[in-house]
């Protein structure tokens, strides 16, 4: 079911420094992805969304950035992408990710897009505008098999879409690199997957990957992701169930091993294992460069 809802604000504030992406604010535009990734942790009950599957379009979302952008004194980065796709399906028709960009370049605020879409391509002008004060775009990747993706990311491109996708806004000088997380565990924490994954980037065009080896398992998010593994991988379950309990933060059992070859392997080919984030005003944040 896709609706509508008024928003009462549109940019929250991050929590500072932010140690993962340098960003100062966070952007939703949407409630709900159509992506409907088997792990995603947006389910949990401490986000308030009561059913992931039913997308709520911010109706006045660009009103409402458009009013609060000259009010933010500070230049940060403007972050989108942790609480749904912004360029999910939807995203064709409704144009707000297109539309919140444009108000960003206007303002001239950095900008980071977490997705999963080779979508995000449409808007390579807008975003290669950003660029001249700082413009990021992470693809989630997590693992390099386009049918374990079509798997676990029901309703999101192939890995091969993405990779594409990257390589079209590398041509373009927009930063392009590699969310590579989560990592499941028996799924994905080979190797094999960690080698092909920071190949496949490298040659798309990426600048870095920054990685998480494990996941995140709570309350509701749990219940729906062992009930896909029942569906999916029969058997699977039961292994997570003795390993990890009741346990939140869910890492590899070779969580070690897969960062040696991680590194090792981005080492040999110049990329970056940290996020370039834009130069913030005060001291806590990274450089740029």
């Not at 308030?48 to 006045?60: P, R």
């Not at 386009?146 to 192939?158: K, M, T």
Request: hydrophobic letters at 40%; a positive charge.
């Amino acid at each position: 079911m896709i609706s509508e809802i008024a928003a009462k604000t549109i940019l929250s504030a991050v929590p500072q420094p932010d140690p993962w992406f340098g960003l100062r604010y966070s952007m939703n535009l949407y409630r709900g992805c159509q992506h409907q990734c088997i792990y995603c942790d947006s389910r949990s009950t401490c986000y308030g969304i009561e059913n992931f599957s039913d997308i709520l379009v911010k109706a006045n979302a660009i009103e409402l950035l458009r009013r609060e952008l000259p009010r933010r004194r500070v230049k940060g980065t403007i972050g989108t992408g942790s609480m749904h796709d912004p360029y999910m399906p939807l995203e064709a028709e409704r144009r707000l990710t297109r539309r919140a960009l444009e108000a960003i370049a206007e303002h001239r605020f950095p900008v980071h897009v977490i997705t999963k879409s080779d979508l995000v391509v449409r808007d390579a002008d807008v975003l290669s505008g950003i660029s001249a004060v700082y413009a990021a775009v992470s693809f989630t990747i997590t693992t390099a098999d386009d049918s374990l993706a079509a798997r676990l990311e029901p309703g999101a491109p192939s890995v091969s879409r993405r990779l594409r996708g990257m390589e079209a806004l590398s041509g373009r000088g927009v930063l392009v690199g590699v969310v590579l997380m989560p990592i499941l565990p028996f799924l994905e924490d080979t190797e094999g997957n960690i080698r092909a994954i920071v190949t496949r980037a490298h040659q798309a065009g990426a600048a870095y990957i920054v990685p998480a080896f494990g996941m995140t398992l709570r309350d509701r998010q749990r219940d729906y992701y062992y009930a896909q593994l029942d569906c999916l991988f029969p058997g699977l379950r039961k292994r997570y169930e003795q390993r990890f309990g009741d346990r939140y933060s869910c890492g590899v059992p070779n969580a070690h091993r897969l960062e040696e070859c991680f590194r090792s392997v981005c080492a040999d080919r110049g990329l970056a294992i940290r996020m370039p984030v834009y130069p913030a005003p005060s001291a806590e944040q990274l450089s740029l460069f």
